[in-house]
């Protein structure tokens, strides 16, 4: 059975030899390799052509509009194998046999529930240039092991049967941004998710560049604005998603001025919708404080992300949810966050 190994590139000059090199170390499997740049103007498509020719697996070059959605969709045009996984330029693995393990997880895990309807995604590691532990990527590193809505993202790479991404796909293309998120809720919906037994590192390089808590808070807008259906807020809104190569410290200020301006061209009550509905995303994602907190201990007691317990976590599942889980949960949260909105505006 061929693995189609699909991976979007834009200014990866630098990352296509560590790419080409853990693929190739891999065994016990046969996979192909579908490039597709959405144009680079760093010597990316040449390099990535390069390294095709001599490589000792399969790999095939293309080009498309630029979008990761877009690149993707058309790497899956490329792509001939029965399975399609799919990865960012940065990931590496540390384990020869990562591959044929998360495919025979994959295939195990089908054959068990009766159905196709299952994709797999990696254990995630952070590589940093700091030596010092970051109990930010270690809160990243421990949620991505959830699987809960909104914790899986394209960094832990997708893996699933063609015949399933062709009932939920394609991916999306509207934005510069948010497939990965978006396919991410239609496998849930369709299906279900499943942890692969494999660590796929990947690159620090943006945290690093424009701030964690930045880059961070700004996710959380995002991913806010998606939930509640208001991503409109944030078309044509520039820098959101820079190439990596430009990267630079993230200004928040500019991103929340420019959506109080757009949030002031609603009406009222449109704006009071606005506060209620990030409300209910905030009491809905409260659990992230009592998982910090398990995550807080485990880090240190020097634990790898993923393996300890969760007590608060769980206590919050059974009981706090439900304490907050209505409307005046909902407008009290809302109410916190347009503070902390204004406050950021100062």
């Known amino acids: 059975m061929i693995l189609s190994i699909v991976i979007p590139i834009l200014n990866e000059v630098d990352q296509l030899p560590q790419l080409f090199g853990t693929l190739a170390e891999q065994a016990g499997i046969a996979f192909e390799v579908i490039l597709?740049?959405?144009?680079?103007?760093?010597?990316?498509?040449?390099?990535?052509?390069?390294?095709?020719?001599?490589a000792s697996f399969p790999c095939r070059v293309g080009s498309g509009p630029?979008?990761?959605?877009?690149?993707?969709?058309?790497?899956?045009?490329?792509?001939?194998?029965?399975s399609l996984?799919?990865?960012?330029?940065?990931?590496?693995?540390g384990d020869d046999m990562a591959l044929a393990k998360a495919l025979k997880c994959l295939e195990k895990s089908i054959e068990k529930v009766g159905h196709s309807r299952l994709a797999g995604h990696f254990s995630v590691r952070f590589r940093s240039e700091s030596l010092?532990?970051?109990l930010g990527f270690y809160f990243l590193e421990s949620k991505a092991?959830?699987?809960?809505?909104?914790?899986?993202?394209?960094?832990?790479?997708?893996l699933l049967r063609r015949s399933f991404f062709d009932q939920i796909g394609p991916f999306d293309?509207?934005?510069?941004?948010?497939?990965?998120?978006?396919?991410?809720?239609?496998?849930?919906?369709?299906?279900?998710?499943?942890?692969?037994?494999?660590?796929l590192q990947t690159s620090s390089r943006r945290f690093a560049r424009e701030g964690f808590r930045q880059r961070q808070a700004l996710n959380a807008l995002i991913m806010n604005l998606e939930a509640i259906g208001r991503i409109d807020l944030l078309k044509s809104l520039p820098g959101i998603y820079r190439q990596q190569k430009r990267t630079q410290e993230l200004q928040l200020l500019p991103f929340f001025?420019?959506?109080?301006?757009?949030?002031?061209?609603q009406s009222r009550a449109e704006r009071f919708l606005f506060w209620?509905?990030?409300?209910?995303y905030l009491v809905d994602n409260a659990w992230q404080l009592a998982f910090w907190w398990d995550v807080r201990r485990d880090f240190r007691r020097g634990l790898e992300p993923g393996v300890g317990r969760s007590p608060l976590l769980n206590f919050f599942d059974c009981y706090l949810f439900r304490m907050i889980d209505h409307s005046v949960g909902y407008w009290f949260a809302g109410l916190l966050a347009w503070g902390w909105f204004r406050w950021k505006l100062l």
Request: charged content about 25%; glycine content about 16%.
């Open 145 to 158: 092991c959830l699987g809960r809505p909104g914790c899986i993202h394209g960094d832990q790479g997708y």
């Open 276 to 280: 209620y509905h990030t409300g209910h």
């Open 173 to 199: 293309e509207t934005l510069g941004f948010l497939e990965d998120n978006r396919l991410a809720q239609a496998v849930r919906q369709a299906g279900g998710w499943l942890l692969l037994p494999v660590i």
């Open 257 to 265: 001025q420019e959506l109080d301006m757009r949030l002031s061209r």
């Open 36 to 54: 597709i740049d959405g144009g680079s103007a760093d010597g990316s498509l040449e390099r990535a052509e390069e390294l095709a020719g001599r």
């Open 85 to 93: 996984l799919f990865l960012h330029a940065d990931s590496q693995f």
């Open 66 to 82: 630029r979008g990761r959605g877009r690149q993707l969709n058309e790497g899956v045009k490329l792509s001939t194998g029965k």
């Open 132 to 134: 010092t532990p970051s």
